[in-house]
């Protein structure tokens, strides 16, 4: 089922228009799907497969889509979510963008004053249906840009520039990542890359099978994990765009990392290694070998994301990579669309908002009555 609004922007003399579609809808998410290939490359952060993950009943998947001119402009999936406090029910709904990065999906043309457009009328949208607050984890393609809400300078990001031939790449790393790489290769650590079809439900469940022991061992956040029948409907259901990378330790997979492809660029989407074999360097080795696979393919950038917090261990692991490059902020945005109700609700949720630092939209989560007493 799609709505539209189609009132007019303020200041702005284009035709625009907003579509909300339900992506819930199995024929509303087919038509979806043909635009996201057609438009802008499948680009699976914004897959259907992907998305859904992130919305369990009552949970609704929805897409804001603006057209401008009658054409496609614009393209942001969000999870539309009810509010319960202590149990009940509210009538009120608040908005956040799934896991990885999202946000606005536009090409690199696109005006500002498009922007304005698209961020007015879903704050129409918003105040028109209930919603009280909005938190978007944006890309890092600079999508942040014009945004109505408080943006929060989140996370440095690694993006590396990849050279046009190894041998250049392989003097830019950190000498820390050359010797470590040496001592993988003495051991006879072997790459595997599987690509397109070469991705089977087996490849998948090795890199499934490592990457679940990783997040168990690391007590990461529920966040992170995902089922097995997530993996394989998201990657085989869009072969051309991942790869699985496998470090090999005698025949035996020792380190994995999923790969997402969009156009020239690499994104490292998810990994793990197996922790008895860390003396061996299985994941220097991987990673290296993948941006000499990356090179070989003419990729230009490979994104690696960054660490738990600025500056950890995770990151720095990363960094070493790409030591000259200029880190990419990830941006997330934080938004109370109708303030009032949002007083009401957090301070009805936990008694100590009434004294915390309302402007302070970074300190503390959000939305706040969402947050654990």
């Known amino acids: 089922m799609i709505s539209n609004t189609n009132k007019p922007c303020k200041k702005l003399k284009q035709n625009y228009r907003l579509l909300i579609q339900d992506l819930d809808d199995d024929s509303e998410a087919l038509k979806y799907k043909e635009l996201l290939q057609k438009e802008w490359g499948n680009n699976v952060y914004y897959s259907v497969e992907h998305l859904r993950h992130f919305a369990n009943a009552p949970d609704q998947l929805k897409c804001f889509l603006l057209e401008k001119e009658e054409k496609p402009a614009v393209l942001m999936p969000v999870v539309f979510r009810k509010i319960f406090i202590d149990g009940v029910i509210q009538p009120y709904f608040d908005v956040i963008s799934p896991y990885g990065y999202n946000g606005p999906l536009f090409e690199e043309d696109i005006s500002e004053e498009?922007?304005?457009?698209?961020?007015?009328?879903?704050?129409?949208?918003?105040?028109?249906?209930?919603?009280?607050?909005?938190?978007?984890?944006?890309?890092?393609?600079?999508?942040?840009?014009?945004?109505?809400?408080?943006?929060?300078?989140?996370?440095?990001?690694?993006?590396?520039?990849?050279?046009?031939?190894?041998?250049?790449?392989?003097t830019a790393f950190v000498s820390k990542v050359r010797n470590n790489f040496r001592k993988a290769v003495n051991y006879d650590l072997e790459f595997k890359i599987f690509q397109n079809r070469e991705v089977t439900k087996e490849v998948v469940k090795i890199f499934n099978d490592i990457y679940v022991s990783t997040m168990s061992r690391n007590n990461a956040d529920s966040i992170y994990f995902f089922s097995s029948e997530y993996f394989e409907n998201l990657i085989l259901s869009n072969p051309d765009n991942f790869s699985i990378a496998i470090a090999y330790y005698q025949d035996t997979p020792v380190s994995v990392e999923l790969i997402i492809n969009y156009k020239d660029t690499v994104f490292a989407f998810l990994g793990g290694t197996e922790a008895e074999y860390f003396s061996y360097r299985p994941n220097d080795f991987l990673r290296v070998?993948?941006?000499?696979?990356?090179?070989?393919?003419?990729?230009?950038?490979?994104?690696?994301?960054?660490?738990?917090?600025?500056?950890?261990?995770?990151?720095?692991?990363?960094?070493?990579?790409?030591?000259?490059?200029?880190?990419?902020?990830?941006?997330?945005?934080?938004?109370?669309?109708?303030?009032?109700?949002?007083?009401?609700?957090?301070?009805?949720?936990?008694?100590?908002?009434a004294t915390i630092d309302k402007e302070n939209l970074a300190g503390y989560f959000f939305p706040f009555y969402r947050s654990s007493k």
């Not at 300078?153 to 046009?164: A, H, I, P, R, W």
């Not at 990356?294 to 720095?316: E, F, N, S």
């Open 114 to 170: 498009d922007l304005r457009a698209f961020w007015e009328l879903v704050d129409n949208w918003y105040s028109e249906n209930n919603v009280v607050a909005e938190f978007i984890r944006f890309s890092l393609n600079d999508n942040h840009i014009g945004y109505s809400g408080n943006l929060i300078t989140t996370l440095s990001n690694v993006k590396g520039k990849l050279f046009d031939n190894f041998e250049d790449q392989w």
């Open 289 to 353: 070998k993948v941006i000499e696979w990356a090179i070989k393919t003419k990729r230009k950038h490979y994104v690696l994301g960054g660490g738990m917090k600025d500056g950890d261990g995770l990151y720095k692991s990363k960094k070493a990579l790409f030591p000259k490059d200029d880190d990419v902020i990830f941006y997330t945005g934080r938004k109370i669309v109708n303030q009032e109700i949002y007083d009401q609700l957090s301070l009805s949720s936990n008694e100590d908002y």
